[in-house]
């Protein structure tokens, strides 16, 4: 089965790290392109990074420098490192798959509140 | 950066009546990467429609994309109870940036 699953969300306080993961199934990371995408609460959807099948990666400028993407391919499982947060990091984040193309597969989304 | 704007915010509709929902880009994608996502609440988004007009699988053929450069339309035919959900334009031309989302309510 072709699946997606988030975990390693929580409170954290602001300025703090947290760690994503995104186990995959059904398919080999390294050969995707993977992405995060974030929902803050209420609000609409807002690309993060994403993780070339080359090992390239690329973020928003609103977490440029502050989170990076990997990838554990004997896992098959890909990451997002996530530093200095702040209030407005506050969201759902959701891993999902991209062949250079739209998001065609999406995991369930793991919340992460940053909050004091 | 590409911004879109979807129109309307919210669109008020019945069972069976037609939907026509807008996304307009500040500058023209590239080789119109543009996608449509339904979510509904609680859901991941799920993708509906892809280089503007092209269905993903398993997507009824009620929904159908249209468009090109910087003006793109999403319309369902008829709706059904099931999509009555929030819409989402997405560009991936050049890095990829969202819609702020239209919301397609029940009348």
């Known amino acids: 089965e072709v699946q997606l699953v988030e975990s390693g969300g929580g409170l954290i306080q602001p300025g703090g790290s947290l760690r994503l993961s995104c186990a995959v199934s059904?398919?080999?990371?390294?050969?995707?392109?993977m992405s995060w995408v974030r929902q803050a609460p209420g609000k609409g959807l807002e690309w993060v990074a994403i993780?070339?099948?080359?090992?390239?990666?690329f973020s928003a400028d609103s977490v440029e420098g502050r989170f990076t993407v990997s990838r554990d391919i004997s896992k098959n499982t890909v990451h997002l490192q996530m530093d200095r947060l702040r209030a407005d990091d506050t969201a759902v984040y959701y891993c999902a798959r991209t062949e250079g193309g739209p998001f065609d597969l999406w995991g369930q989304g793991t919340l992460v509140t940053v909050s004091s | 950066e590409i911004v879109l704007t979807q129109s309307p915010g919210t669109l008020s509709l019945s069972p069976g009546e037609r939907a026509t929902l807008s996304c307009r880009a500040s500058q023209s994608v590239n080789n119109n990467y543009l996608a449509w996502y339904q979510q509904k609440p609680g859901q991941a988004p799920r993708l509906l429609i892809f280089?503007?007009?092209t269905r993903a699988t398993g997507v009824p053929d009620r929904f159908s994309g249209s468009g090109s450069g910087t003006d793109f339309t999403l319309t369902i035919s008829r709706l059904e109870p099931e999509d009555f959900a929030v819409y989402y334009c997405?560009?991936?031309?050049?890095?990829?940036?969202f819609g702020q989302g239209t919301k397609v309510e029940i009348k």
């Open positions: 993780l070339y099948r080359g090992g390239r990666t």
């Open positions: 280089d503007a007009s």
């Open positions: 059904g398919f080999f990371v390294s050969d995707s392109y």
């Open positions: 997405q560009q991936y031309g050049t890095s990829r940036t």
